[in-house]
Structures are given as C-alpha cells and as structure tokens.
C-alpha cells in the first residue's frame, strides 16, 4: 500500500463522513478532518476498519460556502459567525480556514458516444485552462469514462501531461456516470487537500453497476464535493456496450431510473456533496463554467468541530447556519460516524 | 491442386442452399447431400443420351464419342451404359387462378385426383430400385411425400391447393435435392406455366440447371391454362364477372407461355422470355421444356416415359480434364461423329469456382469498400472482413437496398445470400441513420418468407431466426422485436430460445426508453403490476426447458430487484445454482445480481461475497469490482475499498457481461452467425 494510501485509510476509517439524507433549511454537507496529526499517527495503529471519534484530537471539517444573491462570497467571516447543528446539537467550532488548504481536482469525462465532435473539443480547451487556474499546490487528475473508468493522468501538477492525454481523448461506446462517480469520490481521499469532482456528463447512464441509492450512499460516505457540469441529454444518441455503434435510446443502468428520477438522483448526489449542477448548453463556454466551479470551490471556509453530546455511530445531520442576512449557505448535510 | 481439391471444388458447384429455404431437406450422410458431377479423383461424368431415327441408339464405346471441353478434346476413360437407379421429383402446379376464387371449389376436389393418376402413372413407370418423391406448389412448396420405392408411393388423397403459384422456387427447391451416392436425379415439373409468387426467377432456374446435375423436365399444361381462361370469359359473358373477385393479391405474373386467345377458337401459346429461360434451362440439364395440351402429343404421360427412356438408355463419359484450366466454367460438346443424323443430348458444361481449400495463400484481403466487393468476399467466405468492414460503415441502407433490389449475388446458394443479408441488416440495425432500421427490417421481412421452409421448418431457418432475434435484442427496440419474435414463434412456437426471447423483450419495455409510452411504465417511472405479471409469467413459462432455465432464473431475478422485489428477486437467483450452467457469464452474472439483491436486503456482507464470487468467475469485470468497492465502504473497509477503487481506474480494457446484460441475447450472435455460415458450404 502506497503512503499516500496509508494516509487515507488512517484518515477515512477514522472520520469517514457522508450525509445522511432530507432537505434542511440551509444546505449543509459533511467534510471531516482531523486537525491532529500526532492523533492521525495514533489512529493508524487501530485497525482500519474501526471508524471515528476514537480520540479527543479528533475533529469534523466542514467545507461551507457562502454568498450573497449575487453569488459573491462573504469574506473575512470568522467561527463566531458559523453556527453548526450536529444532530441538532450546536457544536462549537474550533477553528475556521479560508483557502488555505490545497484542492485536488477530479475532471471526469464522459467520452462516452454521447459527447463528442465540437463538445469534445470546447471540452479540451476548458480543461487545459483550469489546470492553469490551479494554484500552485493544487493538482489535477483526470478520469475518462464511457463504459469504462480510466483514470487517464494521476493527480499532478504537469500541464503538459494533462494536455498530451487530452489530445488522445476520443469518443464511443456506453456511459457509467454512476460507477465513475463512485470511483471518483471513494479515491479523491487525500486527507490534508479539500477534493472537488468535477464531472462532465450529459447524464445519460447506460452501464453502470452502481445502484442510485448506493450512489447516494457513496456519497454520503465520503468527502468530496461533486459538481456536475451537464449539458443537454442529447436525444438519439447511442449507448452501447461492446456494439459501439449507434441506437436510439439509452439502456437502463443497473436498477434504471428514468429521467425524471434520475435529474432527481444527480440532484440528491450534488446537494450531499455540498456541489453543484450546472448546465452547459450547447454553445456554452466550458472554460467559463469550469473556472466558475473551481472558483465557487475554492472560496468556501472550512469549519472544523469535535462533535460533543451526540453519539458517534451512525449518520449525523448537519445544519449550518451564518449570522449574515441574505446569505446562502452550502454545505454537506451530514456525514456517517463511526 | 490436389486430387482432393479438385474434388471439393467440383463439389462446390452443387447448390444446396435452397433446400433449406425453399427446398427439401432430409437427414442424409452430408456427404451425400450434395449434387455434383460425379468424381472419382480428377474425374468429370457427362450424361449422354443419342437418338437417331426416332430410336435410342445403344451399343456406343469411348471411341464413338467426341467430347471437348472449353474446346479441348479430352481423352474419355470409360463409358458407363448400365442402367443407373433414378430418383425422380414430381413438381406439380396445383395453384388456383389468380383471377378470381370462384373457380377454385369446382376444381379443388379434381385436385387430388388428378394428382394421384399422375403419381400413380409414374410409379408404374419406374424400376424397383428407383424412388419417387411428390411436391405440390402453390404458395408454398409442400411435399406430397417422400422418396419412396414405387411399390411403397402412398395413394395421394388429399393435396392443399389454390393461392398463388411459387413455380420457380418449386423448380429449384427439386433440382437442389441431395442425391444418394450411384443414383441420378430427374425432376419433372408439371404446371400450368405461371409464377406469381416465387422470389426465384429463371435465370436462378437456368443458373442451377447449368452447375447441378438434375435432368430437368417441364410440361407445362397449356390446356389447363387454357381452361382457366375459357371460364374466365365464360364468366364475364354469362355472370358479369368480369372484375375478379381477388381472393390473393397478385404482386405479378410471370408466364410461361401466353394463352392468346385466336380467331375461330383456341388459343396460341407462344413463349414468353421467362419460358424461354426455362427452356433453355431445361435444356441445359439435359432435358427440356414439353408443351401439353388436351388431345394433343405429347401427353404428359408420354413426356415422362420418354424423359425416363432416355435416361435410362443415356451413356455415362467419365473423363479426366487435361488442358484446360480448372476454375471456372467448362462448356461442353459431345457429338458420335459416326453417326451423322445423332440428336446427342448431354449438358453444356459445368462450373467450378474456386474453394478457399484450393485458392493459394494471398495476403488478407482488405476490407471491402463497394457492395460488389463485400459480395465477393463473402463469395470466399471471407466473412471477417466483411463484418469489420459492416461495423464501421457509416450508412449501410445502400448495401441492404442493392440486395433487396438487386437479387441474389449467388443464385445457386440461397443460403450465403440469406446468411449476407443478416450481415447487413445488423450493420442497419446499429445504423446511426434511421432509414437504415426501416430497410433492415424490410429485408428480414422478405428472408422471412425467402427462408419459409415449405414442408416444415427446419434447421436453417431456425438458426438464422435465432440469429437475427439477437440482433434485434441488441437493439433494445422491445417494440420492434416483438413482432419478429412472435413471427418465430409462429414458426418454430416451442423454441425455448424464442420463448426466452420474448420475455426479454417485454422485459426490456421497463424502463420506458422509447419514443412512444408503453404500458410497461406509470406516470411515476416504476413499473406496472400488468407489466411485472407479465414478466414474470413468461420467464417462468420458460423455466421449464433445461436449456433456458439458468437464464430465465437469473433474468427473472434481476427484473424482480429491479422493481424493487427483493425477496423474490432471491430465491430467483438461488433456484439455480453455478454448476448448473456452462455459460461462464450468466454464472458471473447470478452472483454479480444476487450481490445487488443482496445489499437491497441489507445483507451487506453476503452482497460482498457474492461481488467476490462474481470476480473470481470474470476477474477483470469492472462492475463487481465498483459494486464491491461500494459495499466495503458501507462496511467500513475503507481499505479494500481504496485498492478496488485504484484498480477500477488503472485497469487494462477487460469485458464485462454486466455490459451487455441489456441487449439480451445478442451475445449469441457472433455464435449464431458463425453456425450459420457453416451451414453456407
């Protein structure tokens, strides 16, 4: 097992955190972290799969954006302005960062058959100029998926790379957007970097094995932030597996839903994650949206808490709350104990 | 070329595909099923009958012939005279008339009977060792009865008859019947001299005729025809029935000869273009074509005794060809220089194509570009690159309207033009261009009735029903496989495949994927309780067939899980155990499905020994690999959970069932085709 795995497995046994589902008056999500390193250390010694809350160094990270209606971000907020609902116990929070911490980005394309031609191409183009976006401790790693889930560059700080494995990028066969999600959000692990998915699709999945409702769990249970930038689910496209040509429909992934309980699906998965859903019409400037995400991502403060007068197992609601009138607040709205 | 080269591509001008489309089939040895000119290593035989003064001349040695092939004189081996035991064909018109069904119950009860005295006439005809067999045409092309020894021909007592007239397919399923080794091959076709049905035209007849080695005999009944015309008038004189009350749709009518009514009574009957093709095919063989009309001679009775006379009294010329190339078509000449008035009567030539076992080795072809091309590589049996070729044609409509308009590529093998047109109806059926679907389904629509066996369905249409069933399936157009499926059914309605099929088309109705709503889905995206009854009782329906119980159980299985019947969904999937399938991906797929039954149920840690089943029957499946990753997590094994992640986006290419679950059977296809173009050579 590599350090880097060591690292996430010390982290995400002990901490792992996933929402735990319905709507809340603010939109919250869960991100935890632990602010101990000497604690991490510790924590490593106990056997992986004993999860959470094992010590008092411990803490939960929260990632949480918040905006005015203009979707400027309020700045210079500080722990006395957050109020966090653990369960619907106030916890008080021990620290509070803002673009401190560096970003691992995920880029997920979907080359399956339904995008391609002059997509494919704006798609290169936003890509390449969100590497150079990134600041410079941030990396980017870069997943291609039709029916199958490549990661194509590992996390780097390479431009060059990333370009040369765009230029390669050619489109065909069926979509897994679930499993790829999935994927994605189970290995952007990192425990010291703040994890962002940034998943192009338009949305059509036609061989995934990943059910919805696992993928709301995946979700749930671990820390990314998914955002899902989609364009319009292009009618008559093809889906096929190992028939790469064309059929009018799209097969149904593993438990199929249609599309009005799938938009509802992507929908839930965004707002567990504390991301977002953004659509990209068919001449819509990619480099933009991309930018606009990491943007958003970039300038949400990280809340940090040691959960106190609720117990550790199990799901934890979250609720944020700022003292700021008119602001909108995301976040992740819950995360799993241990 | 080897001698046993020589043989298979002398072996490979016997046309046998259309008994399987058209023709008969029977159980025979396949080495026998094949018509040829007989061969002893490099050698040909020539049937040879010679006349002179209105007798049968006998007595004729090698040396009294001159036999020249492509022009070159060959040296003859040995002359045979010694009567050979016949297997004879009868073909007898029983269509109605076309113009009207009035007439049809008058004559319908002389059917038979008329039948029977011809059947009977030839029998007598025949030696004990010859056989007989009987064929109706009409429609279809039913056989009367088999062959039989004269003794044993089964009094005729009831035969279907009126509808169209399918003469031509008739000819040509006879000529294409396997003959047994040591025994010659008559066909006798007696018809009122109108097609009206057949896909077949005469120049397939003649095309035949020129590369098997049937004596071919065709008495057209110009009497009878005559007749249906003297009643038509009559009719339109004395009832005013002059607008046909048409019982069939006539698409067209192609004549053997006209029956021109002439001043003072009486008809003429000059051929048309079509029976000039008949008779020159006939005449090809060997035989001819006979014009009989009431009263007149020859009768049909005579036109027989004389075919068999001077068959029985033809020489056999074996010869070893020197001289002349051997692909390829041979013109043949005989003449008996001795006697200058001689009527000699032998084929005039035989072909030979090129057997890939004789074709030396070239380079892999390339890929074909133009239809002629794609026919010609099929013509080698080159089937590969024509497939390749098919998958990345970006608009096949052109190919498939070039067959369906342009006729058979090979006239003599139905069979390969069959097998061709699945090749491009899969390539329209995956088509990104719309148009190309709807020329597809044409096409197997015309293969359907191309393929219709006329005596009882067979092995061939089955196969190539099956075959094309898994294309459709692959296309996961439920709507428009239904319709093909219930066409199998009706063919073959105890199939277990095309039973399973049809549950997979209803099951892939759920979820809602196509352009018009189906009852299969509520407003609120679930599935109908009618819908999932009706799933679920035709996958049981089919459980009872050893072959599709695996299979019915597994796709029950999954479908009751994914309307949310776990419980159910589960014993689906453990009614079936892993040894009880030879098929490694549906065993792959029972553990990969009860995984996902399994964590529906909440039974995380048996989800996830059933993913690892599931990997170990198809170790670089993607989808148990996510599915389990996704299981460990929720179990807290964070840690395997990150190596299955790490190896999902590192992985080399693999396959995976799970990817093709939803185009239902057309994982069978590539096996489906390959069987049948077997059945091609």
Not at chain 2, 55 to 61: F, H, N, P, R, T
Not at chain 2, 329 to 345: E, M
Not at chain 2, 639 to 648: C, F, N, P, Y
Request: with cysteine.
């Amino acid at each position: 097992m590599t350090t880097r795995h060591t690292f996430a497995v010390v982290t995400c046994a002990a901490l792992v955190a996933a929402l735990y589902g319905g709507r809340t008056e603010l939109r919250s999500a869960p991100q935890w972290r632990t602010t101990n390193r000497s604690a991490l250390r510790t924590v490593s010694q106990e056997p992986a799969q004993q999860p959470t809350f094992r010590l008092m160094a411990e803490a939960v990270s929260l990632e949480v954006s918040v905006r005015n209606s203009n979707r400027r971000t309020y700045t210079g907020l500080k722990a006395a302005d957050f109020e966090v609902l653990d369960n619907g116990v106030r916890q008080e929070i021990v620290d509070v960062t803002f673009g401190k911490l560096p970003i691992d980005v995920t880029i997920a394309l979907d080359v399956s058959y339904s995008v391609n031609g002059a997509m494919l191409d704006r798609l290169r183009r936003a890509v390449t100029q969100l590497m150079r976006d990134l600041g410079k401790e941030d990396r980017l790693k870069l997943m291609l998926f039709n029916a199958r889930v490549n990661r194509v560059v590992d996390f780097t700080q390479d431009i060059t790379v990333v370009e040369k494995a765009l230029t390669t990028v050619a489109a065909g066969g069926g979509t897994t957007v679930y499993d790829t999600l999935s994927v994605a959000m189970v290995s952007a692990s990192a425990p010291d970097r703040r994890q962002l998915v940034v998943c192009f699709t338009d949305g059509g999945d036609s061989n995934s094995a990943t059910d919805p409702e696992v993928l709301v769990d995946v979700a749930r249970r671990t820390r990314a932030t998914v955002a899902l930038v989609m364009p319009p689910l292009i009618s008559g496209i093809e889906v096929r597996s190992f028939q790469p040509r064309t059929t009018t429909m799209i097969m149904p992934s593993a438990r199929g839903p249609a599309a009005p309980l799938r938009d509802k699906l992507y929908a839930t998965v965004v707002s567990e994650t504390g991301g977002s859903r953004i659509g990209a019409g068919s001449s819509a400037d990619l480099t933009q949206t991309f930018r606009a995400v990491l943007d958003d991502f970039r300038s949400a403060y990280v809340l940090y808490f040691r959960p106190k007068g609720v117990e550790r197992a199990g799901f934890h609601t979250l609720a944020v709350k700022v003292n700021k009138s008119g602001a909108n607040v995301l976040a992740r709205k819950g995360y799993f104990g241990g | 070329m080897s001698a046993r080269a020589f043989a298979c591509a002398l072996a490979a001008i016997a046309v046998i595909g259309l008994a399987a489309s058209r023709g008969l089939t029977s159980p025979q040895d396949p080495a026998r099923s094949s018509q040829t000119f007989r061969t002893g290593t490099d050698a040909v035989t020539v049937d040879v009958s010679v006349r002179a003064g209105g007798k049968m001349v006998g007595d004729l040695s090698a040396s009294d012939f001159v036999l020249l092939d492509n022009g070159v004189q060959q040296r003859i081996d040995n002359v045979e005279s010694a009567p050979m035991p016949i297997d004879v064909t009868l073909v007898a018109d029983v269509s109605g008339d076309q113009r009207g069904s009035w007439i049809e119950p008058e004559e319908s009860a002389k059917v038979p009977v008329n039948f029977d005295a011809r059947v009977q006439q030839i029998a007598r005809l025949l030696r004990p060792d010859d056989r007989l067999r009987a064929i109706a045409v009409d429609t279809y092309v039913h056989e009367v009865f088999g062959l039989k020894a004269p003794s044993a021909v089964p009094p005729v007592r009831a035969v279907r008859n009126g509808g169209l007239s399918a003469l031509y397919d008739a000819i040509i399923a006879a000529m294409l019947q396997p003959v047994g080794a040591n025994r010659r091959h008559v066909v006798l076709v007696a018809t009122k001299g109108r097609d009206t049905i057949s896909t077949a035209t005469p120049e397939a007849i003649r095309f035949i005729a020129d590369r098997s080695d049937v004596l071919l005999h065709i008495v057209t009944m110009e009497t009878e025809a005559d007749n249906d015309v003297a009643r038509a008038r009559s009719q339109c004189a004395n009832q005013g029935l002059c607008t046909p009350t048409r019982r069939f749709w006539v698409p067209f009518t192609r004549n053997v000869f006209d029956s021109t009514p002439v001043e003072g009574g009486g008809f003429n009957h000059p051929l048309t273009p079509a029976g000039n093709v008949l008779a020159e095919a006939s005449t090809l063989s060997g035989g001819a074509l006979h014009r009989a009309a009431m009263f007149s001679s020859p009768s049909t009775g005579g036109v027989f005794r004389e075919a068999f006379d001077a068959f029985r009294q033809s020489y056999q010329l074996r010869y070893t060809p020197q001289g002349v190339k051997r692909e390829g078509w041979h013109t043949l000449a005989v003449t008996v220089p001795r006697i200058p008035d001689a009527q000699v009567r032998a084929r005039r030539g035989y072909s030979i194509d090129v057997s890939p076992a004789s074709a030396a080795p070239t380079a892999r072809p390339p890929m074909p570009t133009t239809f002629d091309e794609f026919v010609d590589a099929y013509t080698r049996s080159d089937y590969t690159p024509v497939a390749r070729a098919l998958r990345s044609w970006p608009d096949p409509s052109a190919l498939i309207r070039r067959l369906d308009e342009g006729g058979n590529p090979w006239p003599a093998a139905p069979r390969r033009e069959a097998v061709f047109a699945l090749e491009l109806t899969e390539a329209g059926m995956f088509s990104k261009q719309p148009v190309a679907h709807e020329y597809a389904r044409r096409l197997l629509n015309r293969f359907h009735r191309l393929l219709r066996h006329p005596f009882e369905a067979d092995a061939f249409e089955r196969d190539w029903l099956w075959a094309e069933i898994t294309i459709l399936e692959g296309t996961i157009r439920p709507l428009v496989t239904q319709s093909f499926i219930n066409y199998a059914l009706e063919r073959f309605p105890d199939d277990p495949r095309f039973l399973l099929a049809k549950a997979i088309a209803t099951d892939q109705m759920f979820p809602f994927i196509g352009a018009v709503p189906t009852a299969a889905q509520s407003p609120s995206g679930t599935a109908t309780a009618e819908h999932v009854a009706k799933v679920t009782a035709q996958y049981l329906a089919v459980m009872k067939f050893p072959e599709t119980t695996p299979e019915a159980h597994v796709r029950l299985g999954w479908f009751l899980h994914r309307v949310g019947r776990d419980d159910e969904a589960l014993e689906q999937l453990d009614a079936v155990q892993d040894a009880s399938s030879p098929d490694r991906a549906l065993r792959y797929l029972r553990q990969l499905f009860r995984g996902h039954v399994l964590v529906g149920l909440g039974r995380d840690n048996d989800a996830i020994a059933a993913y690892r089943a599931a990997l170990a029957l198809w170790p670089d499946a993607q989808s148990p690999q996510v599915s389990l990753m996704n299981s460990l997590l929720k179990v807290g094994n964070r840690a395997e959970a990150d190596e299955l992640a790490e190896g999902i986006q590192t992985a080399p290419m693999g396959t995976d069932p799970w990817f093709s679950y939803w185009l239902g059977d057309y994982r069978f296809y590539p096996n489906a085709m390959a069987r049948l173009r077997e059945q091609i050579r």
